[in-house]
């Protein structure tokens, strides 16, 4: 299983250049949209690295979730059974793994950047919500399954990100 998710870690390297442009791009809309809505509310200018951060890592996850799929790799294929993916084969449980691990920056980045994520459940409910909204659009463009399991595994990378986030901020204190 290790060697299944190394090997589509290293394959996902080819993606980054593009990742890092569309990043900049997704900073530059992103951290002046928060500076509105930070204006508007009476608050100074948001922190540009934690925003530059979040906004790159965005990009790279879209790059990979969508660029890296060949166009009708998905079909109209949609699997609502629960835990269906877990256990088949090292593949899959590579796969459950990678999905974990693709969400945790979510849960770091976004509450570091953004002061309304830094409740769990925030953070969590829209790790779920960009989650269900990647595979909606996977399933639309047919780049890849819409699987509730992808949607779990996700969450569950944004809780723990969050946690790790907690752990780190609290430390500081």
Partial sequence: MLEYIYR???????FLPYGLVLGGVVFAVFF??????????????AAMLPVAAFGTYLSLMLVITFLSRESGSGGDGIDLELFSTWGINDRNNAFVVENVLLFIPYGILGPWAIERLRRFWSCVLLGAVTSLIIETLQLVTERGYFQID?????????AVGFLVWRLFFRGRR
Avoid: A, Q
């Avoid at 928060?34 to 509310?41: A, Q, V």
């Avoid at 992808?150 to 969450?155: K, S, W």
């Fill in 8 to 14: 589509d870690m290293l394959s996902m390297v080819r």
């Fill in 32 to 45: 002046r949209t928060m500076n509105k809505i930070r204006k508007r509310g009476g608050k100074g200018p």
């Fill in 150 to 158: 992808d949607i779990l595994t996700n969450t569950l990378g944004t």
